[in-house]
């Protein structure tokens, strides 16, 4: 019982250790986008192309919508150290919850993404992606 005790603290402490060595480093840390040449680095980066005309971001620096020269759309959103872009199809929901945006894209993501956009949120709303 007293090696089995023993054995059990040994392994809590070994966890303990690598977690916070994943803290040291930076495995926690909460990415936000700087600004638009931050999120227009990542949209330039979506398969197939996309260059954005007109982009709105979150107002915590979490997330950032944009749309290019055909009307496409596109999401930039924190996924584990780094940022994703990636358009958004015709299965994409966009709704107005106050001055977020709410955007359902199971395509993309299983969980809704919201930004705050303050009273940009209704336009962004009604911007929905053409049929691909």
């Not at 303990?16 to 930076?26: I, R």
């Not at 596109?74 to 709704?95: C, E, F, Q, S, Y």
């Not at 955007?103 to 336009?123: K, N, Q, S, Y």
Request: charged content about 15%.
């Amino acid at each position: 019982m007293g090696q089995d005790i023993a054995i059990f603290a040994a392994s809590l402490i070994a966890v303990a250790a690598l977690v916070g060595l994943a803290h040291v480093m930076g495995f926690s840390r909460t990415v936000v986008i700087a600004g638009e040449a931050d999120a227009r680095e990542s949209l330039l980066l979506i398969p197939g192309g996309f260059v954005p005309q007109v982009m709105a971001l979150d107002a915590g620096g979490r997330a950032a919508i944009a749309r290019d020269a055909a009307g496409r759309l596109a999401l930039v959103v924190p996924h584990g150290g780094r940022m994703v872009a990636r358009r958004l199809d015709k299965t994409a929901k966009l709704t107005v919850e106050g001055n977020s945006l709410r955007v359902i894209a199971p395509a993309f993501r299983a969980e809704p993404i919201t930004l705050d956009l303050g009273p940009a949120a209704a336009h962004w709303a009604q911007a929905m992606p053409p049929a691909s």
